[in-house]
């Protein structure tokens, strides 16, 4: 028997439900996950847990059924999510949780093997991005402003479509994050990276104005570095920010999402259709990758086609010839 084989089979008598909570604890201290993704993590491997409990007829589960268990089981496990009903994207989470929580396994010797290796990812079906005309952003950002709470809200809505922040990122920003001089916000992002984001002229008016009144939502004596405060003076929260982005977006557009997260897809779109290049946007919206960012093309082209209908010649020609001529008189 190898030293490795020795060490797995010492690891094996840990129960799966052990190992779940060093997986979550060692996301939560070493990969600096957020809560957000712990708990999604946590919510995909109890149901992977309830769906072995079943595959092994009710026996305790340990790494060494893990590992036999191979990608044979996995794949019975998504037929499984698919026949209680889960679309694709949902069983890709819950795949990405097994596997990541497998591939832990492996790296520290729990079991001898990754046992999802040979695990296909199902196709994901691509959603096009919800997004907002460009005319009723502007209409969005025009919209009055009387007291400390208008004046925070308009300069979160300047803030997630002038930079394409996502709304937790917003949430975290601190006072200290912006520099007004430059017109650059740092922003922390997914997993704990930093990027330098651009802000725009009017996203820059928008904060200070909103810093002259921002002490108005601190109670007496009390101080934070936060940027946004929600009515009682702490942090505002993302379920807030969803609310005030979704009131404004409702009060000029009917588009279908009306969240913080349609803002970013505008702002993304926007750049695109006004020639910026792909990769300098995929940087400013933290993208890891070119492909999650070129979702955002189809809708490019699509108004490259509407200029191009509108604009060409021969196109308009085309449309002339084809319209039905009225009788002579």
């Given at each position: ?158 803030l997630l479509y002038g930079t394409g922040m996502r709304v937790s990122e917003l949430c975290g920003l601190n006072i200290t994050d912006l520099d007004y001089d430059n017109r650059l916000v740092r922003v922390l992002g997914k997993r704990r990276k930093e990027r330098i984001v651009p802000m725009t002229a009017g996203s820059t008016t928008a904060v200070r104005e909103y ?119």
């Open positions: 028997m190898s030293p490795q084989e020795g060490k797995c089979e010492e690891m094996g008598g840990l129960s799966a439900v052990d190992m779940v909570v060093s997986f979550l604890d060692y996301l939560r201290k070493e990969r600096g996950a957020s809560a957000k993704t712990i708990s999604t993590y946590e919510q995909s491997l109890r149901e992977f847990q309830a769906f072995l409990a079943e595959y092994y007829d009710g026996t305790a589960i340990d790494a060494g059924k893990l590992e036999s268990l191979g990608e044979d089981g996995v794949r019975a496990f998504l037929v499984e999510l698919d026949k209680r009903g889960n679309d694709r994207q949902t069983v890709r989470k819950k795949l990405s949780a097994v596997r990541s929580f497998s591939k832990y396994l492996a790296k520290f010797e729990y079991t001898a093997r990754d046992f999802t290796g040979f695990v296909g990812t199902p196709k994901a079906k691509k959603p096009i991005p919800v997004f907002v005309e460009e005319e009723s952003v502007e209409k969005i950002l025009r919209l009055p402003t009387s007291g400390a709470k208008d004046f925070r809200d308009n300069a979160i809505m300047e810093l002259k009144v921002r002490d108005e939502l601190l109670p007496e004596n009390v101080e934070t570095p936060a940027l946004f405060l929600a009515s009682n003076g702490k942090r505002m929260i993302t379920a807030s920010v969803y609310r005030v982005v979704s009131r404004r977006i409702a009060k000029v557009s009917d588009v279908e999402r009306k969240g913080p997260h349609t803002l970013r897809h505008s702002f993304a779109t926007h750049l695109l259709n006004h020639g910026a290049d792909l990769e300098a946007v995929r940087q400013l919206l933290g993208h890891e990758s070119l492909s999650t960012t070129q979702i955002y093309t189809h809708l490019s082209i699509e108004q490259l086609k509407k200029v191009y209908r509108n604009a060409h010649p021969r196109e308009n020609m085309q449309t002339r010839a084809t319209k039905p001529q009225s009788e002579p008189r």
